[in-house]
Each structure stands twice: as C-alpha cells, then as structure tokens.
C-alpha cells in the first residue's frame, strides 16, 4: 500500500464526541485524499490535498476538516461525531495522477 | 447520472478460468483515469491497474489487464487464470482531471472463484 498507514483502525464514538483519523505517509506523495466507505458502496471522497497547504473538498465533505501541514499527514477531524459518519474511513495517497495507494482503513462507528 | 456503472452485482468463475468484469463510465472530461481496485473480505483496498485516456496500449499488469474500448467508454477488467485468492469485490474507478477534482467509484463487482 505505497506505505500509507492509518491509525486506529478501530473506534467508537457517542454523538457530539469530536476526534482526529490520522493518516500518514512515508513516500513524499504529494496527493493525500480522505474516503468513506458505507456499507454495499464504492468509495466517497471527504476532502484531498495536492501538496503541504493545499486542500480543497471532495463530494461528502460535510462535518469533517483537514489540514496539511506536512507532506507526510493528513489528518481527518470530526467536529462532533453523528450516527451518519459511521463508516469505514480511507485515506489514499499518490505521487501521481495516475496512482492512489490506501492504507488500511479505519472503522467507525458513531452511537 | 451514474458515472461509473457495474452492473454485474455478482461474479461467479471456475478456478484456472478467465474472467471479465464490466465497466463503464460517463466523462465530457478528454482527460481522465481508469482505475481498478481489490476488495477482499479483510477490507483493504487493493490498487490493480490503471488506464489513462490517452494510453494508446491497453494496460496489463501480471495476470490483470483492462480492456479498453473508448469510444464505447468501456473499462472492463480481464483476469486470466482465476486463482481461489481472487474470490473479492472489485471497483472500478474514475479519475477526471486534476488530483481530487472528480474521483468516483463504481458500485462494486463481487467475484467468487470456484474450486
């Protein structure tokens, strides 16, 4: 997986409760990028980065925020956790368009 | 409008047999990506192969290729000699434009390779 880890792998939250996915990358990718992944279903884009200082939003970006400070993170906040964002979490990376590694996952659940 | 459909919800194929899964997109962009993904039951997503829209070759990577039809926006991937670790489900994917722009996913293939 191009060396993408993300941490953890799992959680649970109660609604309200805010909390950081972190997401890292040893490769000097420049695109980073966050997905969901609800149950029977593709992949959703939350946000992605095209460089340290540079995000913008993907289709589901609603109650998440990012910042890259780094090149090598790019973590994913939720701001006050609802029963909807429960989920499984993706982040992808690449040095190029043609390329996107993930990492592992993580599964989240909101009660 | 769906921009990427696969409409084969299930896959079943004998071990050691050739399988194709479908895939196709909707794109005005003359730029974009196709990509192709793993799914096993573990939940990683695995990166199989990629096809951009003007490679002029079809991609192929080991027992992996992708098919590629572009005037009928036709991406079907091709795995030749099913082996019982490919049993997972499949995504394809499209890129158009820059990085993040529009990256969709299709609505999944589920493979089963028969011993």
């Known amino acids: 997986n191009a060396g993408v880890t993300q941490t953890p792998k799992f959680q649970v939250l109660k609604t309200g409760q805010s909390m950081t996915l972190q997401c890292a990358q040893d490769?000097?990718?420049?695109?980073m990028s966050w997905y969901r992944q609800d149950p029977g279903m593709g992949l959703r884009l939350i946000h992605y980065?095209?460089?340290?200082?540079?995000?913008d939003q993907g289709e589901v970006p609603n109650g998440y925020n990012v910042s890259r400070s780094t090149t090598e993170d790019f973590p994913l906040r939720l701001l006050s956790a609802a029963p909807s964002q429960t989920s499984v979490y993706f982040c992808g990376a690449g040095q190029s368009l043609n390329e996107q590694f993930f990492g592992p996952g993580t599964r989240l659940t909101v009660l | 409008a769906q921009k990427i459909t696969q409409t084969q919800p299930g896959m079943f194929v004998q071990e050691k047999e050739a399988v194709t899964l479908d895939c196709t997109y909707d794109t005005s962009d003359p730029s974009y990506g196709l990509f192709w993904y793993k799914q096993p039951s573990s939940g990683e997503m695995i990166f199989l192969i990629y096809?951009?829209?003007?490679?002029?070759q079809n991609a192929t990577e080991g027992r992996y290729s992708l098919n590629f039809q572009k005037a009928r926006k036709s991406a079907n991937l091709v795995i030749s000699a099913s082996q019982l670790g490919d049993s997972a489900m499949y995504f394809c994917?499209?890129?158009?434009?820059?990085?993040?722009?529009?990256?969709?996913f299709g609505p999944g293939t589920r493979l089963s390779v028969l011993p």
């Open positions: 980065s095209v460089g340290a200082g540079i995000t």
């Open positions: 994917a499209m890129r158009e434009g820059g990085y993040g722009q529009n990256f969709v």
């Open positions: 490769m000097n990718h420049e695109y």
């Open positions: 096809q951009g829209s003007y490679d002029q």
